[in-house]
């Protein structure tokens, strides 16, 4: 079963910037898609952006420009760094395989991503 450990979220102000980490364990990194995901305040879970194990990457329009994707697979480890943050990037970010229900729609804890305007 697939253990992922967020990290690095926090408050910051409009127009910032934050590099979100996943540490993955329990499955074979890299022959696994991987994909960050949010959940604002009263929405459905969404997917920002995905990457597969050779490093081709996918976004949300609504992030497209400002967040960039990436893997180390031989860490475990994805990161989401995200610049010109805005007040709907507000929300609860998690890490996973892609799709989800690969691993039994199993998800970690998440990071708290809060952007003030």
């Known amino acids: 079963q697939v253990q992922v450990v967020e990290s690095g979220g926090g408050l910051v102000q409009s127009g910032g910037s934050l590099r979100l980490s996943c540490a993955a364990s329990g499955i074979i990194f890299g022959l696994y898609v991987m994909g960050w995901y949010r959940q604002a305040p009263g929405k459905q879970r969404e997917l920002v952006a995905s990457i597969t194990s050779g490093g081709r990457t996918t976004y949300a329009d609504s992030v497209k420009g400002r967040f960039t994707i990436s893997r180390d697979n031989a860490k475990n480890t994805m990161y989401l760094q995200m610049n010109s943050l805005k007040p709907e990037d507000t929300a609860v970010y998690y890490c996973?395989?892609?799709?989800?229900?690969?691993?039994?729609?199993?998800w970690g804890q998440g990071t708290q991503v809060t952007v003030s305007s």
């Open positions: 996973n395989v892609h799709p989800p229900v690969l691993v039994g729609d199993s």
